[in-house]
């Protein structure tokens, strides 16, 4: 950046024609004159401002990080006797934009958070912010997230941070310096709000997803030798993992997938055939946590890639960077020892880890839903309308209220929780838990479906446009069903969360 040198608005005034061009944006001057041919908007728009303070147009039309970019090279000075006002956040900031962070990080007391999950969030938020620029190119360009980009994020802790606590996490750094055996569900809580914040709902999909949910039937099943070999592998990111379940034929109906496993005349090993469909991460894994019937029922299989094993990519309402597959195993032979708890058990191992993926969705969904609400709350105060800032119009207010209302009730019950999840056994969670997440998911995709909606109309065009100002809200306008129908849709988490509470309906109840 050029020294910075002190004007008035006088002298900045002069400079108004085509090769002398300056302009003022919020008390800074910037001299525009070579870079006004590469403009994207044309070169009469900046001279039509040339001399003069633009401010007002400037946020109308562009996201702070465009000054960010451009200032290093184009900011001459400032204007005598004025002050900034716009501040650009540091890496790991916490906004203090209305709603933007939860309850806890607005000053609000909080019986679940200390400052070890202060710490937690800001050093997490710090390695996104820092890597945000390459999610969003690759999201752009439909590429997937590199294994340099795995191998960061495994090194700074990040992966290892969205699979729990447990003993897997012995001997790992995690981010903030916080200790492996005091992290808890509200540290892993913010990771999942964290990662979804990216606002490149693919990307996130690719460095996340997969690992998340098909690693934990190898620590949880696997053999002590595949746990040793695969656990530091992945969570370092040296290897990714995906879990293979979902069929053509069967979605959350399980007990219907057809890939087959057929046990050698020497039985040490099985071959697998058939197909899997909608599978995140599956276009690049390494690894594949499978679903697949023996002569016994369901079975699950961990199973590495090889030449009889294909994958292809499938387009979705995302960006190809989750790499959603479809996968083809033909004659895939898997040893034995490779079965992750038991032969014809396979069910069960499916059920283990169901509460734990659709809470961390619920996280996602309501950190996505987060950033989208403060995008909205920027948009409102800086957008004019009719000569008024959209923040000053009634319907714009009534729209962010119901958007806030909404997003803090369920945060609140995704919060208690969570504390639940730090405070029972797997057992009392698995009886106590199933229904109450199966409806806060539920609840969390229906009010995603609504700040959406809401988000949409108050962002207009710039809702259903890539990039620029609408980036973050239409990239979560066109993915949020995600959340509702991945991990169980909708109409079924509805159904198993009044199922399960029958169960504890005491027969003598009458009105």
């Known amino acids: 950046m050029p020294e910075l040198k002190i004007f008035t608005r006088d002298e900045v005034a002069k400079h108004n024609s ?137 090194e700074a802790g990040v992966l290892a941070t969205q699979i729990g606590p447990g003993p897997w996490l012995k001997g790992m750094k995690l981010p903030g310096g916080i200790e492996p055996e005091k992290f808890d569900y509200f540290h892993e809580l913010i990771a999942h709000e964290e990662t979804a914040r990216l606002g490149a709902p693919g990307y996130t999909d690719g460095i996340s997803s997969g690992y998340s949910i098909g690693l934990p039937p190898i620590f949880n099943f696997g053999s002590p030798a595949l746990k040793a070999k695969v656990v530091p592998e992945v969570l370092l990111g040296k290897k990714r993992i995906c879990l293979a379940i979902t069929e053509p034929y069967a979605g959350s109906d399980v007990a219907r997938i057809r890939t087959t496993a057929k046990r050698t005349a020497d039985g040490k090993h099985f071959i697998l055939n058939g197909v899997k469909k909608w599978i995140t991460n599956g276009a690049f894994c390494d690894y594949f946590t499978v679903a697949a019937v023996t002569e016994k029922g369901i079975t699950m ?56 993926e659709r809470w961390y969705i619920c996280g996602a969904v309501l950190g996505a839903a987060r950033a989208v609400v403060e995008e909205c709350f920027k948009w409102a105060n800086q957008r004019k309308v009719f000569g008024k800032r959209l923040i000053d119009q009634p319907v714009i207010r009534n729209k962010l209220a119901s958007m806030v209302a909404q997003l803090e009730a369920v945060e609140n019950w995704l919060e208690n929780i969570t504390f639940q999840m730090c405070n029972m056994s797997y057992l009392e969670q698995s009886t106590k838990l199933a229904g109450p997440i199966a409806l806060l998911k539920f609840q969390c995709t229906r009010v995603s479906h609504n700040i959406a909606d809401d988000a949409c109309q108050i962002f207009g065009g710039r809702a259903i446009t890539k990039t620029g100002m609408g980036r973050t809200v239409e990239a979560f306008q066109r993915t949020y069903k995600f959340g509702a129908i991945l991990g169980g849709s909708e109409e079924i988490m509805a159904d198993l969360g009044i199922r399960q509470a029958m169960k504890q309906f005491p027969l003598g109840a009458r009105l």
């Open 301 to 356: 299989f961990f199973v590495e890639r090889d030449d009889n094993l294909e994958t292809k990519q499938i387009k979705t309402s995302y960006a190809p960077s989750a790499g959603t597959a479809y996968i083809t195993l033909e004659n895939v032979k898997v040893p034995a020892e490779n079965i992750l708890g038991k032969e014809g058990k396979g069910f069960q191992v499916i059920m283990y880890n169901f509460n734990h």
């Open 18 to 154: 085509e090769k002398d061009c300056w302009i003022i944006i919020d008390g800074g001057v910037y001299n525009v004159s070579s870079f006004a041919q590469f403009h994207p908007g044309g070169t009469d728009v900046l001279l039509e401002f040339g001399g003069k303070d633009c401010t007002e147009d400037f946020y109308g039309l562009h996201r702070q990080e465009v000054l960010a970019k451009y200032a290093p090279r184009l900011k001459i000075g400032t204007i005598e006797g004025e002050v900034e006002v716009a501040t650009l956040p540091a890496l790991g900031d916490l906004s203090e934009v209305p709603y933007a962070e939860p309850s806890y990080w607005m000053g609000f007391k909080s019986p679940y958070f200390n400052e070890s999950h202060t710490q937690f969030r800001k050093a997490i938020r710090a390695i996104y912010d820092e890597i945000r620029p390459e999610a969003i190119a690759a999201e752009d360009a439909g590429a997937y997230p590199t294994k340099e980009m795995y191998a960061k994020l495994g």
